[in-house]
């Protein structure tokens, strides 16, 4: 496997419609039913009806549960046995750990030395046993390699995966179903899994709704991609708050973003900061860089048009608090 | 009308079990069916299993909504056509103007200067008429009565009203249909509405769970007062950071509280603190200091025994960020 994960792939690998309801189906007993939440005074500031399904509050504190668990509760029978194991900045490997958990299995994650404290301490929590490499994709992969190859394992791709990405879709999925008339779903990429099982919700479930990738400038693969027509690559690790955005897009998200997304938008580090405070102060919710992304492009008039309902998963709200003075004082 | 409000009422004037099945009957359509949270590494800090019930996500905020509406949706034949009118210290103030604005209604209110100014501005944008007073209950009151003998008005007391009483037990009724073997059911207590409702919530639909009310103990009047059996004031405004919580006890809440409350604990203004920044990095919620009183009398083990199953409702999430810095900073 090359660092940038394989060009092509089995095209019956790439998921479906069908594969995140039936997602759905197999995760609902295990899932917190997350809520979607609104605010008067949010809409006000920015003249759309919002609606944020709230992903923060999920088991690990992140979408991330669903799609991991997905993928242990569909591993194949050559698997039975075996670890799990993955390289993650933290939420994926998080959720990995709580889902070998939650079936009795054990769990060896790859994890950046740039991971958060929090996330980390979240991985250490759920029993998993952990390797740290440097920052980037290749030095994930090569780490995660040298320890497969020491250490058999059924690895579970952070989000190149058919079955990790119809585990993701299954937040929009239940967005969609209690809200069904949005004009636009925004959600952030990073690897593409979410936006991946997003689009696949959405064109599924609500035809009418435009789907919308946000990423930080500072890692706009997904948007250079989508121009360009071929997967472009991040060079190590971006400098970009939104720790969980860091990757380059997988080959099946790629697919599915040439075939079922409208839009890729960039935000700037500044409008991220700024839309985690607002989110604190308007739905008293902690969210994380990654997740502000898409309220970031909402709040510059980006994301529908007046009065329009958007939907936005809020991927999680794994924060080091310690590094958040800003969330108190005015950007 | 004292300052410190009446000494005896009509009993029948005091709520029941009933009138708040009745409420939540009557409120359901209008309310967020806000959700009870959990996070499995609080849970292990604090050796209990917690349920939090979040009014942070209620309209306006706060728990306030219910008991507001409530009287509201019952104003007697001769108060039609009338503005509604109360003193608050802030949520409050911003509940009955949303209940209000949902009825067609005017609303004025008496707001002291100690109020925190998201408050004020959720008031504003609700539309109301605002007075501003100094603080402490005898000012708030003394204002209202002036404004009351100008302009009538159709009173609807922030916590010592039997509407709103039966309408702030909701949230209990709620918690306690969702998770019904609760071992201790713990409020914060500040004029005694959420505690009374709650407790009438508790006594009728789980008869064995523990009902405890939790204050600061610079506003330690609620402890106090039943500890020596007759109604304790506090004197002018209390400086604990719990703005909610700076009002002596209602006559019909203290009637409430020798009845069916079973303890009443104090908490320092560090352990506050401490308690919000646990909710923030543990269940990515922002909670306000009159709500982090209940947590942080979890967290000194004071409520129920290891392992036992503890609620709270979380009264409310309005904070001013920018006097928060505390929350990026361990205490």
Redesign the interface.
Known sequence: MSSFGPETADASDVPDFAAVVAALDRLAPWL?R??V??S??FD?LCGRRVYLKCE??Q?G?AFKYRGALNAVLQRPAAAVGLPVATHSSGNHAAALALAAQARGLACHVVIPEDATA?KLA?VV?AGARIRRCPPGLAAREAALADWLAAEPAHLVHPFDDARVIAGQGTAALELLCEVPELAVLAVPVGGGGLLGGTALAARGASPGCRVVGVEPALADDAARSLRSGRRERLEGSPPTLADGLRSSIGWRNFVLLQRCVDEVLTVEETAIVAAM?LV??H?????EPSSAVAVAALLDGRLGRPGERVGIVISG???D??????????V
């Open positions: 917190v997350t809520p939440v609104r008067t005074s006000a923060n509050l088991h504190g929090s979240a929590a405070r604190l102060q739905y008293r919710l902690l969210i709200g794994n924060v608090l310690q590094q958040c003075r800003y969330l108190a004082a005015p």
